[in-house]
C-alpha cells in the first residue's frame, strides 16, 4: 500500500506561481512513475507531467512545457510541481499518482485556483 499526500495549491493571479508537493510512504517499489494529473470542471482528468524513479527521466504536457517542472526529494520522499506563469485554464484540482505494473495509487487532490 503506498498513501500520497498533495498539498500547496491555492488562488493565485494570473501570470503568478505556486509549488505542489506530493508526499509518499508506504512499501514502494525499486522502479516506480509519480505523476501529476488535473481534472478541471466538466473535463476528463489529465496528465501534465511525470517523473521516473529509476532515473530521474521526466515527461510533460504539451500545455505546460517551459512552465512547470517537476522535482524530487529522495530524502523526504517528495515529488514537486513547480509551476509559474500560471494561467486560467491551469485551474483544476491537482492529483498525484503513484503507478508501477502492479497497482496505482492516487492523492486526494489540491485545489489551484488561477484568477483575477
Known amino acids: 500500500q503506498v498513501h500520497l499526500v498533495e498539498s500547496g495549491g491555492g488562488l493565485v493571479q494570473p501570470g503568478g506561481s505556486l509549488r505542489l508537493s506530493c508526499a509518499v510512504s508506504?512499501?514502494?517499489?525499486?522502479?516506480?512513475?509519480i505523476g501529476w494529473f488535473r481534472q478541471a470542471p466538466g473535463k476528463e482528468r489529465e496528465g501534465v507531467s511525470c517523473?521516473?524513479?529509476?532515473?530521474?527521466?521526466?515527461w510533460y504536457e504539451d500545455a505546460v512545457k517551459g512552465r512547470f517542472t517537476i522535482s524530487r526529494d529522495n530524502a523526504k520522499n517528495t515529488v514537486y510541481l513547480e509551476m509559474n506563469s500560471l494561467k486560467p485554464e491551469d485551474t483544476a484540482v491537482y492529483y498525484c499518482?503513484?503507478?508501477?505494473?502492479?497497482?496505482?495509487?492516487w492523492g486526494q487532490g489540491t485545489q489551484v485556483t488561477v484568477s483575477s
Open positions: 499518482n503513484y503507478w508501477t505494473t502492479q497497482a496505482s495509487f
Open positions: 508506504g512499501s514502494t517499489s525499486d522502479y516506480y512513475v
Open positions: 517523473i521516473r524513479s529509476s532515473d530521474g527521466r521526466r
